[in-house]
């Protein structure tokens, strides 16, 4: 399985960007898909994870502002990022699980919030 992240760049404090995440190969298994990010100086952290019956948890400081969203037919899941401040200021990485261990990593793709 193969993670494909997309959507990442340069926004204004306030404004709002949609990631990406695609999984190719063979995905059907995968249960939980999730969002990490990691600022310089930071560990990874978890945004927000989904499971395959949509079942979601949010870090604190992104609830109400963040949403995920998976597509089962597509292997996709998408984060729509809204409120943004300069501290989700990161590299954000999705990742994918069968079970409680995550499997596989996508690249990273880089957002930048500032004015």
């Known amino acids: 399985v193969q993670l494909q992240a997309s959507g990442g760049g340069l926004v204004q404090p306030g404004g709002s960007l949609r990631l990406s995440c695609a999984a190719s190969g063979s995905a059907v298994d995968i249960n939980v898909m999730a969002w990490y990010r990691q600022s310089p100086g930071k560990q990874r952290e978890l945004v927000a994870e989904?499971?395959?019956?949509?079942?979601?948890k949010y870090t604190d400081s992104v609830r109400g502002r963040f949403f995920i969203s998976r597509d089962n037919a597509k292997n996709a899941v998408h984060l729509q990022m809204n409120s943004l401040k300069p501290e989700d200021t990161a590299v954000y990485y999705c990742?994918?699980?069968?079970?409680?261990?995550?499997?596989?990593w996508g690249n990273g793709t880089l957002v930048t919030v500032s004015s």
């Open positions: 990742s994918a699980a069968y079970g409680s261990n995550i499997n596989y």
């Open positions: 989904i499971t395959r019956g949509g079942s979601t």
